[in-house]
């Protein structure tokens, strides 16, 4: 899960990959993916497939475009990602959608799958500045989990989100 900062507006989702194609008309045209606009690893056209003209930016091949995150309580962590980072969260719903401030990541709160802690995949969401981040978290029920470091000409940190996932947190520059 790469997750960065923005909002967009309310947006309801599937409940599964699969059915994503029929419900990007929801995203509004700004978030729409425009073919021919990036490119893989070894350069070929990311631009989607032919005739998704209009279609959301989650269609990106071999790119992270939708996440099942881990929560206890559902409600609760969607309204912690929208304070914290300012995601679209649709929480009409006992499964809250998310989309992530870029509009290339997309997916639900769940409360029936394990809570990664330390162990598993860990994203890292792209920030302006941590240590503001960080304080935001601690605001809004999450906690520091690892202190502010300098990773080469990046400052990183990781936190706990409420159901206690270990998120990290990185921007460009090794100190704010």
């Known amino acids: 899960?790469?997750?960065?900062?923005?909002?967009?507006?309310?947006?309801?989702?599937?409940?599964?990959?699969?059915?994503?194609?029929?419900?990007?008309?929801?995203?509004?045209?700004?978030?729409?993916?425009?073919?021919?606009?990036?490119?893989?690893?070894?350069?070929?056209?990311?631009?989607?497939?032919?005739?998704?003209?209009?279609?959301?930016r989650v269609f990106r091949r071999a790119g992270i475009s939708y996440m099942r995150i881990p929560a206890k309580d559902p409600?609760?962590?969607?309204?912690?990602?929208?304070?914290?980072?300012?995601?679209?969260?649709?929480?009409?719903?006992?499964?809250?959608?998310?989309?992530?401030?870029?509009?290339?990541?997309?997916?639900?709160?769940?409360?029936?799958?394990?809570?990664?802690?330390d162990a598993g995949v860990r994203p890292y969401v792209y920030v302006d500045s941590v240590d503001d981040t960080l304080r935001r978290v601690s605001d809004h029920g999450g906690a520091p989990a690892e202190a502010p470091y300098a990773e080469g000409d990046l400052r990183v940190a990781t936190f706990r989100d409420p159901a206690g996932n270990v998120i990290g947190l990185w921007q460009r520059g090794s100190h704010d």
């Open 1 to 56: 899960m790469v997750l960065l900062l923005a909002a967009t507006g309310t947006v309801a989702l599937p409940t599964a990959p699969r059915s994503l194609r029929a419900h990007t008309q929801l995203l509004p045209r700004s978030l729409r993916f425009v073919p021919g606009t990036g490119s893989d690893p070894v350069g070929r056209d990311n631009g989607g497939m032919a005739g998704d003209e209009g279609e959301s």
């Open 75 to 117: 409600q609760a962590s969607a309204a912690f990602y929208c304070d914290v980072f300012g995601w679209t969260v649709d929480v009409n719903r006992p499964d809250p959608s998310f989309e992530d401030g870029s509009g290339h990541v997309i997916g639900h709160l769940v409360p029936d799958a394990a809570v990664s802690g």
